[in-house]
């Protein structure tokens, strides 16, 4: 399943496609047991003083085959268009300190059916109504095209080029796209009920359907000052060796300040946190506009450069999103020195690495384009291995912590052993 394609692995235990997906759809239903047995009841059962969230969305391609028995010629054959809903999106969502992954969603819904969207269509008129009165908004593909009549708005051209691609989209796979805002909400109120915390802090980039989602699902924390969100960016044009150089670079610049300025430490962090209240206490985040005669702070996009960047970052850009005027500057750079991308960027590199259908696309032969050829078509499978992934990922494969090497379980304290693959492979 890790790194053999579909086909391959048939012929190597001589099984048909169908075994294969029903044993995937088995072991998917074991992982589901396991998870149910112990995280659920143990994440219930913890109270986070300080919960860090670092979620983000991961993008991949889907290889495109039309379902069977439908011919490879398009039914419009003098349209040329590229495959539609290639894009898909998975949103994790990892725990900054154990790494830990408390969830992975896949932003695509296998039961939705484009006959019922029609059928929906006609019912409700959904093509001419606002977006938010739509029944099925949720999905990138809201809505059918019905042809235009006197009372129309649309144009005849308008409809035979949507017709024609809401057509050719049920020749492929069954289902449909979500769209991220949806995926993201449900996402976010998924965790929001599963776990409990006094004081929330979330870490990602700058991505508007993210922070829409948790300020929508968090919005009593933001209110209460018991959550904070802080960006963390980096550039990424930087290669692997440029960006070595430059976060040994920060480094040694940091260690020169420290000694300049006389700084006993015992740790870098302990450096780097000072280093961070010395920089914010001529630094101001926000922007200001004026209102009549007052000004009034809008939130700005003021970063600063975080002392420690990973090796494979160079530079890291950090500042809150959110208010932070009730913390002080000593609080804040407690903060801010805490905030980086690690955790979920770990979890999708190893989920790229390790699952062939996510692998990044390959150049072509042709060298003219990438091909997506290990890439499945079904995004419902995508979701069954990415569960898989994330329960062998939690509590079989041990990490680094210090001089430890633990399951991201075994840090956060939801169990107190390792797990081997017999265990979840033949969990009762």
């Not at 949507?162 to 995926?183: S, W």
């Not at 494979?312 to 932070?324: C, K, L, Q």
């Not at 079989?396 to 797990?419: H, I, N, R």
């Amino acid at each position: 399943m890790s790194r053999v394609p579909v086909k391959k692995t048939c012929e190597i235990l001589h099984m048909s496609p169908s075994t294969y997906y029903s044993k995937l759809n088995w072991l998917y239903r074991k992982c589901l047991e396991f998870n149910h047995r112990y995280e659920t009841p143990n994440l219930k059962n913890i109270q986070f003083n300080q919960l860090w969230l670092n979620p983000d969305f991961l993008q991949y391609n889907l290889n495109n085959i039309k379902q069977r028995g439908v011919s490879k010629i398009s039914i419009h054959t003098r349209e040329k268009h590229k495959p539609i809903d290639r894009m898909t999106f998975i949103l994790a969502t990892t725990d900054l300190k154990s790494k830990y992954a408390f969830r992975a969603d896949v932003a695509y819904d296998p039961n939705a059916s484009l006959d019922e969207i029609e059928a929906d269509t006609l019912l409700y008129h959904c093509d001419h109504t606002y977006s938010y009165l739509r029944k099925n908004e949720r999905y990138k593909q809201s809505y059918a095209p019905i042809a235009p009549n006197k009372n129309s708005a649309n144009e005849p051209d308008d409809y035979f080029s949507e017709n024609i691609k809401f057509d050719e989209r049920k020749l492929y796979v069954p289902g449909n796209h979500v769209k991220r805002q949806y995926t993201a909400v449900a996402h976010f109120h998924l965790i929001k009920e599963l776990l409990s915390y006094q004081n929330i802090n979330i870490v990602a980039d700058d991505d508007s359907v993210l922070q829409n989602s948790i300020y929508r699902v968090f919005m009593d924390e933001f209110r209460n000052r018991d959550a904070a969100y802080f960006i963390c960016q980096y550039e990424k044009g930087l290669t692997l060796a440029d960006a070595g150089k430059k976060s040994m670079k920060a480094r040694k610049n940091l260690m020169e300040w420290g000694k300049k300025n006389k700084i006993e430490y015992e740790y870098i962090n302990q450096l780097a946190a000072k280093k961070i209240l010395s920089d914010i206490q001529n630094h101001d985040f926000c922007n200001y506009k004026t209102v009549g005669d007052s000004e009034i702070a809008t939130r700005g996009s003021n970063p600063i450069n975080h002392p420690l960047p990973d090796k494979s970052e160079g530079i890291r850009y950090v500042y809150p999103a959110s208010p932070v005027e009730h913390l002080s500057d000593d609080d804040l750079a407690k903060l801010l020195v805490q905030v980086n991308s690690r955790a979920v960027n770990n979890f999708f590199q190893e989920l790229r690495r390790r699952v062939l259908i996510l692998e990044r696309p390959l150049l072509s032969s042709r060298g003219n384009g990438m091909s997506y050829i290990y890439s499945n078509y079904n995004p419902k499978y995508a979701q069954q291995i990415v569960t898989i992934f994330r329960t062998f990922y939690n509590f079989v494969w041990t990490k680094k912590y210090g001089s430890e090497k633990l399951t991201p379980a075994q840090k956060m304290g939801l169990v107190d052993k390792k797990f081997e693959f017999r265990d979840i492979v033949y969990f009762r």
